[in-house]
């Protein structure tokens, strides 16, 4: 029998915990250079030493040399010679971290992931409060980091996947969406990457998108515009209560919104009233396990992190319920049955990050 003596434990933790700092500032330089611009630089260049990168990126040379120093002993770029003198040591991307860090068309681009944390994490002095006082942090105050760092995280998925291989997935929505007249509500759009998506694969199909955060709103309405679908897409910044809007939409589709909501109940019944006979609610949000385990996979651990310092200070400034990031799916059905819907089942899709959830009144 092997056991584990309190000073092992003790060095076990300190070693988690420096290696904890590592990764964190690893990130937030991911976050520098997905700002910066270097990835994109590197990535077009093949190798690059820091004077050539100052001078591509506009930055100054000593703060690019030290960040490429960084990246690569954390293992995010390649040195050619690590004996060369700094200011002509060059560096690369390896194969396969262009995908993932510098193309945003790419569906493995995670370097918003970064700016999503740094946002997360930016009002840490009122999230103390409100975790001592019990009260919430205003979405408001996580500032652009946030709301751009998840609209550019959802993108390529959401203009390439979600109506060209999701909803066909599902043949009876898919039908009812290519059809004349048919139209959609995008409950709580954000920048309206999934308006966009939901635009593009259905020619006929005329969506409205409604978010209560105006800058968001004015990020949409732009996108909208570059990608030529602005006839068939509008967004506003308005209160989807509104009886005027009953009765009118063949799909209430809500990405990554349930769970931020003060009263996740009273938005169910609301995206109810706003469909036509026959439609539907479709979530889209995070993917969670069935039960609470300490043991978890890395994916729920992250989750975690974004409820601690986000969706849940968040949601309790918008209400009650206090959902958090980690909604299980059972959360989820019991919502849905309080809000009258008579169906609620688990669509066809798989995805490593994210479940979604029929509501059929």
């Given amino acids: 029998m092997i056991t584990t003596t309190t000073a092992e434990r003790t060095e076990a933790l300190t070693n988690h915990l420096l290696e904890a700092a590592s990764s964190a500032f690893a990130l937030f330089s991911i976050h520098l250079g997905d700002q910066l611009g270097y990835y994109r630089h590197l990535a077009a260049a093949g190798a ?11 930055a100054h040379e000593r703060y690019a040399r030290e960040w490429l120093e960084h990246q690569a002993v954390v293992g995010l770029l390649e040195v050619e010679d690590e004996d060369a003198p700094a200011q002509e040591r060059r560096y690369a991307l390896p194969p396969g971290h262009a995908a993932v860090l510098a193309d945003e068309d790419s569906l493995d681009f995670l370097a918003p992931l970064a700016q999503l944390v740094a946002g997360a994490v930016s009002p840490l002095p009122l999230v103390v409060r409100a975790h001592r006082a019990g009260t919430g942090v205003p979405f408001a105050e996580y500032g652009r980091a946030l709301r751009e760092g998840q609209g ?83 967004f506003e910044r ?45 979530i889209m949000d995070e993917r969670a396990g069935e039960r609470f385990r300490a043991r978890c996979g890395v994916w729920e651990r992250v989750l975690y992190g974004f409820s601690v310092h986000h969706c849940l200070p968040s949601c309790l400034a918008d209400g009650d319920a206090g959902t958090g990031t980690v909604m299980r799916p059972e959360v989820v059905r019991r919502y849905a049955r309080a809000a009258g819907f008579g169906r609620v089942e688990l669509a066809p899709i798989e995805h490593p990050f994210f479940s979604f959830y029929r509501l059929i009144p």
């Fill in 48 to 58: 690059l030493d820091p004077r050539e990168l100052a001078r591509l990126s506009g």
């Fill in 238 to 282: 308005r209160d989807v209560a509104d009886p005027a809007l009953g009765g009118r939409y063949d799909l209430v589709f809500a990405c990554e919104v349930l769970h931020d909501l003060g009263d996740p109940v009273g938005a169910l019944r609301v995206a109810r009233g706003l469909l036509r006979p026959g439609g539907e609610v479709l």
């Fill in 152 to 234: 550019r995280m959802n993108r390529a998925m959401l203009l390439q996947l979600l109506g060209r291989e999701w909803l066909p997935s599902i043949p009876e929505l898919h039908r009812r969406l290519a059809a004349e007249g048919a139209r959609a509500a995008d409950f709580g759009c954000g920048h309206g990457w999934s308006s966009i998506g939901l635009a593009r694969a259905y020619p006929a199909l005329r969506v409205d998108g409604f978010d209560l955060d105006g800058p968001s709103i004015d990020e949409a309405r732009a996108h909208a515009a570059r990608h030529g679908v602005a006839d068939r897409v509008r």
